[in-house]
Nanobody, 116 residues
Framework: QVQLVESGGGLVQAGGSLRLSCAASIRAFMINRMGWYRQVPGIERELVAIITNGGSTNYADSVKGRFTISRDNAGNTVYLQMNSLKPEDTAVYYC??????????WGQGTQVTVSS
């Protein structure tokens, strides 16, 4: 069973920054892609950013230019650097990993709250 351990959420004022981390308990060669999603109550979980094992990235339009997804040299930890945060970025952020066997795993979620 793959485990994803997230950290880095919290409370920040609008315009501030936060960095989320997600460590996967599997070797990098087993990972096809990792990413971050977010969810607010009553709304479907939405993609924030993903990074593939080849290093390609994709972002939601709402975060382009403000958020950056990256990974460590080992390839099994991903980060989400969030700058210029807005109140509408408030959500529970979930880490996701998809393996080369197409299994999908989720972290426990970390709360990000941006005050105005």
């Amino acid at each position: 069973q793959v485990q994803l351990v997230e950290s880095g959420g919290g409370l920040v004022q609008a315009g501030g920054s936060l960095r989320l981390s997600c460590a996967a308990s599997i070797r990098a060669f087993m990972i096809n892609r990792m990413g971050w999603y977010r969810q607010v109550p009553g709304i479907e979980r939405e993609l924030v950013a993903i990074i593939t094992n080849g290093g390609s990235t994709n972002y939601a339009d709402s975060v382009k230019g403000r958020f950056t997804i990256s990974r460590d040299n080992a390839g099994n930890t991903v980060y989400l650097q969030m700058n210029s945060l807005k109140p509408e970025d408030t959500a529970v952020y979930y880490c996701n990993a998809v393996t080369i066997t197409t299994s999908s795993y989720w972290g426990q979620g970390t709360q990000v709250t941006v005050s105005s």
